[in-house]
C-alpha cells in the first residue's frame, strides 16, 4: 500500500490543453502494475495466500450449528429419587468446577404471622457452624476448598450452595448434608445474628423497590401467608427463640422436600453415591398431621399508599394476578413482558428504542425507570409492572403503562410478537451461562414443576405463540380485572383507585 500512495503522487504538471504523450502514458501504466504486483507480493509475505470463497463457506458450515441443533446438544439432566424420598439431579459437562445445591420447599408461605422471619434467621444461621463443626470452622472449611458458599430465602424456597472444584464434589455434598442435619444453633450465635438481621432490616428499607414490592404482597394477599415479607417484621425478629428455630428446620428440613442438584464436571452415579452416604440419615417422617400444606392465597384488588413528600422520586408498582408456575400461560405473558420491554435513562438509543413505551418515556421524560415482571407462586402469581417517575409525571406514566396493556389486549402485532419471542429465546439461554445457574434451574424445577424442563421444550412452547394468543392470554388476566396497586414516595399525583380500575378497560363501539 505503501508503493502506490508513492506512485501516485506528486501529480505530474501538465498543460489543460496539451495531451499526455503515448510513452508517458505507457511509463505510468507499468508504474500501476509494479504496484499491484508489489501489493500482491506484500500480501503473500505478511499473511499468505488468500482462502477462496469456497473455502471460507466450508469452513463456517463446518464451525457453525444452528440455534435448534445447540439445544439438542444440551446434555440431559438426571434425577434418581432415593429411598428416604431425596432427589438427587445432575447435568454433566466438561467444566473444571461445579455447583452443588440443596433446594428445599420452606419459605415464609410456610410460616404464621408469629414464625415469620424464622426461614431467614435459620439462613443466616447455617452458616455460623454445625455440631461436626462448631463456630467459623464450617466457613473456615469451606474456603480452605477455595470455594464459594451462598444461600437465600424467598417465600416458596430456601436454598443452599457451594461452588467449587469438580474433584471436591464429595467433600461438597458432605458439607451440605453437615448443614442441614446438624446445624449447631448456638445461643451466642443467635444472638449475634439476632443484631445483625436487625441492621439489615433497617438497610433494607433504604431499598425503596424492595419496599414497593412488600407492599404490593400485602395488599395483593392481604389476610394470606404470601402478604408474609421473606426477612419477617422487627417484633419477630426480636422475639424468635432456639426452639422457634428448632421445630422450623424439624418440620421443612425433610428429605421428600430436598433436591441435592448438582451442574459442571462431576458424575451423577458419583453423586448419587454421596447423597446415599450422607443424606441417608435425613428425617423423611412427620408426627401426626404435622405434615405442612399450603393455604390457598387469594387476591384482593387494593392499593396501599406511603407518601413521603421528602422523598424525590416515586416507585410505583401495579399488578393483576398472574397464573401459578405449572400454567401454560406463563410464557404467554412472558412474551407479552418483553414486548412491553423495559427502560432505564442509563440506556442508550433515546427515542429509537423497540419498546413503544420506552420510547414514549424517552419523549416525553415520563419515568427514571420501569420493568414489568410476573412473579408466580405455586397457585397464583402477580403479573403488573414497577416505575420510578418524578412526582408530576405520574398520572402521564401510569396512563400511557396502562394503555400499552390494553394494547396487548386488543391489537397486539405479529412482528411485536416475533420481537418478544426472540427477545425471550436470548434470556432463555443466558440462564446456562455458568454451573450455578444451570443448577439454580435444576433445583427450581424440580420444586416448581416436579421435573426438569429442557430448553427444547421451552423452545417449542415459545414458536407455538402468535399475536392471536397473545392477545387471549392477556384479554384473560389483564382486562377489566381489579388491580394491586402499592406507591411510596411523593405520590400526591397518583390517582384514586376507581380512576385506575376504569382504564383496565376500554369503552368500544
Not at 422450623?248 to 428440613?253: A, G
Not at 412472558?334 to 432505564?344: E, K, L, M
Not at 419471542?421 to 434451574?441: F, H, I, P, S
Request: aromatic share 8%; proline share 4%.
Amino acid at each position: 500500500m505503501a508503493a502506490a500512495r508513492t506512485a501516485a503522487a506528486p501529480p505530474l504538471r501538465r498543460r489543460a490543453a496539451v495531451p499526455l504523450s503515448l510513452s508517458l502514458r505507457k511509463r505510468k501504466m507499468a508504474a500501476r502494475s509494479v504496484c499491484r504486483a508489489g501489493r500482491a507480493a506484500g500480501w503473500g509475505l505478511l499473511w499468505g495466500p488468500r482462502p477462496s470463497a469456497a473455502l471460507l463457506t466450508l469452513t463456517r458450515k463446518r464451525g457453525a450449528a444452528t440455534y435448534a441443533q445447540t439445544l439438542q446438544n444440551i446434555p440431559e439432566t438426571q434425577v434418581t429419587t432415593l429411598e428416604n424420598g431425596l432427589r438427587v439431579a445432575s447435568e454433566e459437562s466438561n467444566q473444571p468446577t461445579c455447583t452443588v445445591g440443596l433446594w428445599i420447599e420452606a419459605g415464609s408461605r410456610y410460616e404464621d404471622a408469629k414464625t415469620n422471619g424464622a426461614g431467614f434467621f435459620m439462613e443466616h444461621m447455617a452458616f455460623k457452624g454445625t455440631k461436626k463443626r462448631p463456630g467459623s470452622a464450617f466457613e473456615k472449611e469451606v474456603e480452605n476448598l477455595g470455594a464459594h458458599l451462598n444461600g437465600y430465602t424467598s417465600r416458596e424456597q430456601t436454598a443452599f450452595y457451594i461452588k467449587a472444584l469438580s474433584k471436591d464434589m464429595p467433600k461438597v455434598v458432605e458439607l451440605l448434608s453437615d448443614l442441614v442435619q446438624n446445624c449447631a444453633l448456638e445461643d451466642s450465635q443467635i444472638e449475634k445474628e439476632r443484631g445483625i438481621i436487625l441492621q439489615e432490616l433497617k438497610e433494607m428499607d433504604s431499598n425503596l423497590t424492595d419496599v414497593t414490592f412488600d407492599y404490593l404482597h400485602a395488599t395483593a394477599y392481604q389476610g394470606t401467608a404470601l402478604a408474609h415479607t421473606v426477612e419477617g417484621t422487627t417484633e419477630n425478629i426480636k422475639r424468635l427463640t432456639r426452639a422457634d428455630l428448632a421445630s422450623y428446620v424439624d418440620t421443612h428440613f425433610k428429605a421428600p422436600r430436598m433436591v441435592l442438584a448438582a451442574a459442571g464436571g462431576i458424575s451423577h452415579r458419583e453423586l448419587v453415591d454421596a447423597a446415599k452416604q450422607h443424606f441417608t440419615g435425613a428425617p423423611f417422617t412427620y408426627k401426626g398431621d404435622s405434615v405442612p400444606a399450603l393455604a390457598h392465597c387469594r387476591f384482593t384488588g387494593s392499593e396501599i399508599r406511603a407518601r413521603d413528600d421528602a422523598l424525590p422520586l416515586a416507585h410505583i408498582a401495579l399488578a393483576v394476578e398472574g397464573p401459578g408456575w405449572a400454567d401454560p400461560d406463563n410464557v404467554v405473558l412472558n412474551v407479552a413482558n418483553a414486548i412491553i420491554g423495559r427502560y432505564d435513562r442509563t440506556f442508550g438509543g433515546g427515542k429509537n428504542q423497540s419498546s413503544r413505551l420506552a420510547a414514549l418515556a424517552v419523549e416525553h421524560n415520563l419515568c427514571h425507570s420501569f420493568e414489568p415482571f410476573n412473579a408466580s407462586y405455586s397457585d397464583t402469581g402477580l403479573f403488573g409492572f414497577h416505575f420510578v417517575s418524578d412526582p408530576l409525571s405520574i398520572d402521564d406514566m401510569m396512563f400511557c403503562a396502562q394503555r400499552e396493556w390494553m394494547r396487548l389486549c386488543t391489537s397486539t402485532t405479529e412482528s411485536e410478537v416475533t420481537r418478544a419471542k426472540n427477545c425471550l429465546r436470548n434470556a432463555m439461554v443466558a440462564q446456562r451461562d455458568g454451573t450455578t445457574r444451570v443448577c439454580e434451574n435444576i433445583g427450581s424445577h424440580l420444586l416448581h414443576y416436579g421435573r426438569c424442563i429442557p430448553l427444547e421444550e421451552w423452545e417449542a412452547r415459545i414458536s407455538a405463540i402468535d399475536a392471536r394468543m397473545v392477545r387471549d392470554v392477556c384479554s384473560k388476566y389483564i382486562y377489566d380485572k381489579c388491580p394491586a396497586i402499592a406507591a411510596v414516595g411523593p405520590i400526591e399525583q397518583l390517582l384514586d383507585y376507581n380512576r385506575i380500575r376504569s382504564a383496565m378497560y376500554w369503552v368500544r363501539l
